[in-house]
């Protein structure tokens, strides 16, 4: 069948508006998240913000607080229709303070522990001994291979700290990019914007004439800008990611034809997925090793993995998950030999058994997210632009609702569209009066 080469995400029209398109998948899958959360856990949910960029710019705190005042109203107006008795709030907060070596923890809830049991700027007083010497071989960025340092650098790791664990400490794993198939097995197809698109425009590389950044790359909107002669900005990004930074790149190279997409997987999932393999008593975790990014928080594509899955994040930021994937399939440190859709391997069918959480949560989560959506719609509180948007996206969804996989795809295609979840938030619902 291959890619989805459509005007929009969930439309093919002339007047098809990707970009809106991707508001409204993103903010749906945000409110049903934080709605589910409510009804189901009964305690606040909490989106944070890196505290040096408080400290930095109170005008950004009172934005970002505004857009959680967004949500929460709309969680609180389809309470209010529904007749349901609130059971908590949506507050805004920040993420702990960044020091190197510090952790994002995925907490197995069956365990029967809870993310706030850590302390994350500490980690080594709940680590084994052996995972502490692994952690500061990381955190003094010891190990060359499959450790990123660069944009968006968490390193992901495992680690067994009980009486009688016979399992080794297991990492490091990064952020890896990957060639993403036309044609996944048990998946819906994936979208990828027709050649007619101006998506494509800022990704058309300078000074050429058909050599274009492939669909989902980091940076690729600018492949348009160059500060040097020989090179554009985009795949100097690139460049730099591999080269001075260590991100693995794994697959074939992408092509210039505007024919492929790209995804990235985060440690933290890669870890959650060694995790569960090895039992309950296992503990991912991300190690902050880089200086380009600080936040103590997992962006919002990580979090709908993590929670899925029964590992919820210690916290959660309204930034960017750019081109975000899970796996799916197994890859070095994972697997020496190729995986067989038709001979599915142990490793194999734990993707399977996680990737499917995730399916059938996002599925939940986008259908409740429209509902709240549609409540806000009839106060008149959702953006004039994206209305329309809300009822295209429900119409596909009913259309597709035997593919299991639909919801979760639909939120993999809005996040190649790259921004973060707050500015998509902001702009699909309509600023409350007093937004702090």
């Known amino acids: ?217 980091i940076g690729g909107d600018t492949a348009t800008v160059s500060k040097d002669p020989n090179t554009n900005q985009a795949d100097k990004i690139t460049n730099e990611m591999k080269e001075l930074y260590g991100m693995v790149f ?31 008593r296992a503990t991912p975790y991300e190690i902050a090793v880089g200086s380009m990014t600080t936040k103590l928080a997992s962006c919002i594509p990580c979090t709908l993995f993590m929670t899925a899955t029964g590992y919820p994040p210690n916290s959660i930021h309204l930034g960017r998950g750019e081109s975000w994937v899970p796996l799916f399939s197994p890859y070095p440190p994972y697997s020496s030999t190729p995986s067989d859709p038709d001979n599915p391997t142990s490793t194999d069918r734990i993707l399977i058994d996680l990737n499917r959480s995730w399916q059938d949560a996002c599925k939940q989560w986008l259908y409740l997210g429209l509902d709240v959506l549609e409540v806000e719609n009839k106060a008149a509180v959702l953006d004039d632009e994206h209305k329309d948007s809300v009822t295209v996206l429900r119409k596909y969804l009913n259309d597709h609702s035997q593919d299991k996989s639909v919801a979760s795809v639909l939120i993999l295609d809005a996040i190649t569209i790259h921004d973060s979840e707050s500015k998509r938030i902001a702009r699909t619902l309509k600023k409350p009066a007093n937004p702090v």
């Open 250 to 280: 794994e697959g074939d190279p992408p092509k210039p034809d505007r024919g492929d997409i790209v995804g990235y997987t985060h440690g933290m999932i890669q870890a959650i997925y060694k995790a569960y393999d090895l039992g309950p």
């Open 1 to 217: 069948m291959g890619y989805r080469r459509t005007n929009g995400i969930v439309t093919d029209n002339s007047d098809s508006n990707p970009k809106i398109e991707a508001d409204v998948i993103m903010t749906a899958a945000v409110l049903g998240l934080a709605t589910a959360h409510l009804l189901e856990e009964g305690f606040p949910i909490r989106f944070d913000m890196d505290p040096s960029d408080k400290a930095k710019n109170q005008d950004e705190w009172n934005t970002f607080a505004g857009v959680v005042r967004q949500i929460e109203n709309a969680i609180e107006g389809y309470f209010k229709q529904k007749n349901i008795l609130r059971p908590s709030k949506v507050v805004a907060g920040c993420s702990e303070d960044y020091t190197k070596g510090a952790v994002i923890i995925g907490v197995y809830d069956l365990a029967f522990r809870r993310p706030t049991d850590y302390n994350v700027n500490q980690p080594e007083d709940f680590m084994s001994d052996d995972g502490k010497v692994l952690y500061e071989e990381i955190k003094k960025k010891e190990i060359p291979d499959y450790q990123y340092i660069g944009r968006g650098a968490y390193t992901g790791f495992v680690d067994f700290n009980y009486e009688g664990a016979k399992n080794k400490p297991i990492g490091p794993m990064s952020t890896t990019r990957f060639p993403i198939p036309a044609e996944i097995k048990e998946y819906h197809p994936r979208w990828l914007p027709p050649n007619s698109s101006k998506l494509w425009e800022p990704r058309l590389r300078y000074n050429t004439t058909g050599s274009y950044v492939s669909w989902g790359m």
